[in-house]
């Protein structure tokens, strides 16, 4: 049985491959190739209430992922 954790990691990687549109990535940002240009831009707010939205949160959880993972997120 695969652990609540793992299913919804999947379920994020499967949503920001599935709408890709909506994200914007560091790279596309800052023309500079480091580490994290595959990481997802993660907009500067002081809002508490989108901090804990989806949008917000999907992004942060998205970048703590190992990056030989996030490197084939782009494909199913």
């Known amino acids: 049985m695969i652990p609540f954790k793992s ?3 999947f379920s994020l ?3 920001i491959t599935n709408n ?3 994200f914007t990535y560091s790279k596309k ?3 500079v190739h480091t580490r994290h240009s595959n990481d997802l831009y993660l907009p500067l707010t002081k809002l508490v209430i989108y901090k804990r939205g989806p949008y917000y949160s999907h992004v942060k ?3 703590n992922i ?3 993972i996030k490197n084939t997120s782009g494909s199913l």
Do not use: A, E, M, V
Request: aromatic share 22%; proline share 11%.
């Open 13 to 15: 990687l499967l949503f």
């Open 29 to 31: 940002k800052n023309s």
């Open 66 to 68: 190992p990056p030989d």
């Open 7 to 9: 299913k919804y990691i």
């Open 61 to 63: 959880i998205f970048n």
């Open 20 to 22: 890709n549109r909506y």
